[in-house]
T-cell receptor
């Protein structure tokens, strides 16, 4: 079955530091890949997505590239801000799973001023 | 994309009472909605798939008599936590799948409902 593995958190950074949150996946087909962000006390919001190999999703300075050869979709940002503090979820969905997303466990990001 | 709302945003109830949580798809008709439960510092656990006009499909380990789901219209699904106990306290989130123009079938989530059972 499908699965998503994310790096353990929390990730603690100073403002303007470079961010990488690793995500690898296992899927039988050709999934779409997503990063969702959850701010404290809120639901999930789609941050970015990629639907096929070598696609790069980007939004709000975050980006991730769909790497089929390494089955990875690592999230990066060049300069984080305090307002980026949140929990980030990597997810995949495919037709075989009826497009119901499979989520990683989430990685908490804490950015200090 | 799709806009999903939930009501209430937070509820506190006494042990033994029942609580109803509503999930609405505001701008498109959703034949299928999903209910998740999120424990503190944990990922989302899919509880059930809510199907308009038919019975919900529950994930393994989820008590269907405890968590009643009704999807009476294309824009509304309700989750009722019956005879709630403190261990039912959690953050409940609903979502819909929306294909949109990209065809990537992305999920749109409601803002969540914080349930606290005293």
């Amino acid at each position: 079955g499908n699965s998503v593995t994310q790096m353990e958190g929390p990730v603690t950074l100073s403002e303007e530091a470079f961010l990488t949150i690793n995500c690898t996946y296992t899927a039988t087909g050709y999934p779409s890949l997503f990063w969702y962000v959850q701010y404290p006390g809120e639901g999930l919001q789609l941050l970015l997505k990629a639907t096929k190999a070598d696609d790069k999703g980007s939004n709000k300075g975050f980006e991730a590239t769909y790497r089929k050869e390494t089955t990875s979709f690592h999230l990066e940002k060049g300069s984080v801000q305090v307002s980026d503090s949140a929990v980030y979820f990597c997810a995949l969905s495919d037709k075989g799973g009826s497009y119901i997303p499979t989520f990683g466990r989430g990685t908490s990001l804490i950015v200090h001023p | 994309g799709a806009v999903v709302s939930q009501h209430p945003s937070r509820v506190i109830c006494k042990s033994g009472t029942s609580v109803k949580i509503e999930c609405r798809s505001l701008d498109f008709q959703a034949t299928t909605m999903f209910w998740y439960r999120q424990f503190p510092k944990k990922s989302l656990m899919l509880m059930a798939t809510s199907n308009e006009g038919s019975k919900a499909t529950y994930e393994q380990g989820v008590e269907k008599d405890k968590f009643l789901i009704n999807h009476a219209s294309l824009t509304l699904s309700t989750l009722t936590v019956t005879s709630a106990h403190p261990e039912d306290s959690s953050f409940y989130i609903c979502s819909v799948t929306y294909a949109g123009t990209s065809g990537s079938n992305e999920q749109f989530f409601g803002p969540g409902t914080r349930l606290t059972v005293l």
